[in-house]
C-alpha cells in the first residue's frame, strides 16, 4: 500500500468524520424545530378500541391523539422538543461515534506516515474505536425508544401501547467490528513489532516508487 494511498485513507477518514457529524447534529437540530408537530415514533400495537384514524397513503389524520400506520410505527400530534429530539437522538449519537472514529482513523494513518507506529497510542486507538462501534450498537437504538416513551406517557396510553427499541443488522455488524477491532487493539499492544512491520513495508514500498 502506497503512502499516497494511506494518506487518502487518513483525509477521507476524518472527512467522512465530519460530514457525520454535521448531519447528526443537523437532524437532531431539525427535530427539536418541529415540535408541536407531528413526531413518529415506534409502539407495539394497541388495542382496536382506541380511536385510530389513518387516511390513505402516506397522509396522516392528525388530531392531536395517536395513530398507528401497521408497522409499529406511531405518530402523534402536538409533539415536545423533548421528544423530537428523542426521537433522532440515534442520528446525533451516531453522528458524534463517527466523528471520533475519524478522529481515530485520521491520527492512526498519519503515524504510520510519520514513523511512529508503535508508541503506545495505536493500540488504545484501536480500543477506543471498538468501544464507539459498541456504543453506538448497544444505546443507539434506546434514544428513540426513550421518545416512544414520553409520546405514550403524553397520550395517557402507558398500559395499552408499549414502546421498544428497534435493534437491527446493523447493531449486529458493528458488535463484530468492535470484537475485531478489540483484538487487532490488543494483539498490537501486546505484539508491538507488528505495528514496526507494517512501516517497513509501508516505506519500503514508498521507496520503491521513488
Same mark, same amino acid.
Given at each position: ?9 487518513? @483525509? ?9 457529524? $454535521?448531519?447528526?447534529?443537523?437532524? +437532531? ?14 409502539? +407495539? ?32 400530534? /402536538?409533539?415536545? $422538543?423533548?421528544? #423530537? ?14 466523528? +471520533? ?12 506516515? #510519520? @514513523?511512529?507506529?508503535? !508508541?503506545?497510542? /495505536?493500540?488504545?486507538? !484501536? ?14 437504538? !434506546?434514544? &428513540? ?7 405514550? %406517557?403524553?397520550? @395517557? ?5 408499549? &414502546? ?10 458493528? $458488535? ?13 499492544? /501486546?505484539?508491538?513489532?507488528?505495528? %514496526? ?5 509501508? /516505506? @519500503? ?6
Amino acid at each position: 500500500m502506497s503512502r499516497t494511498l494511506v494518506g487518502w485513507f487518513a @483525509g477521507l477518514s476524518l472527512l467522512a468524520g465530519i460530514v457525520a457529524a $454535521i448531519w447528526g447534529l443537523a437532524s +437532531a437540530i431539525t427535530g427539536g424545530r418541529q415540535a408541536h408537530g407531528v413526531v413518529a415514533v415506534h409502539c +407495539a400495537d394497541i388495542p382496536h378500541k382506541l380511536p385510530l384514524e389513518v387516511s390513505s397513503g402516506s397522509d396522516i389524520s392528525v388530531a392531536g391523539a395517536l395513530y398507528r400506520i401497521g408497522d409499529g410505527t406511531l405518530l402523534a400530534a /402536538n409533539s415536545t $422538543i423533548a421528544e #423530537q429530539v428523542a426521537s433522532h437522538g440515534d442520528d446525533l449519537l451516531m453522528g458524534i461515534c463517527a466523528f +471520533a472514529a475519524g478522529v481515530l482513523l485520521y491520527r492512526l494513518f498519519r503515524s504510520f506516515l #510519520q @514513523g511512529q507506529p508503535s !508508541l503506545g497510542r /495505536n493500540p488504545a486507538r !484501536l480500543t477506543w474505536l471498538a468501544a464507539l462501534c459498541l456504543t453506538v450498537a448497544a444505546t443507539a437504538p !434506546l434514544l &428513540p425508544f426513550h421518545a416512544s416513551s414520553l409520546v405514550v %406517557e403524553r397520550l @395517557g396510553f402507558t398500559g395499552s401501547c408499549l &414502546p421498544f427499541a428497534v435493534y437491527s443488522g446493523t447493531s449486529v455488524v458493528l $458488535i463484530l467490528a468492535a470484537v475485531i477491532l478489540f483484538a487487532l487493539g490488543e494483539l498490537a499492544r /501486546n505484539r508491538p513489532e507488528l505495528m %514496526e512491520i507494517c512501516h517497513r513495508a509501508l /516505506n @519500503g514500498d514508498h521507496q520503491r516508487h521513488q
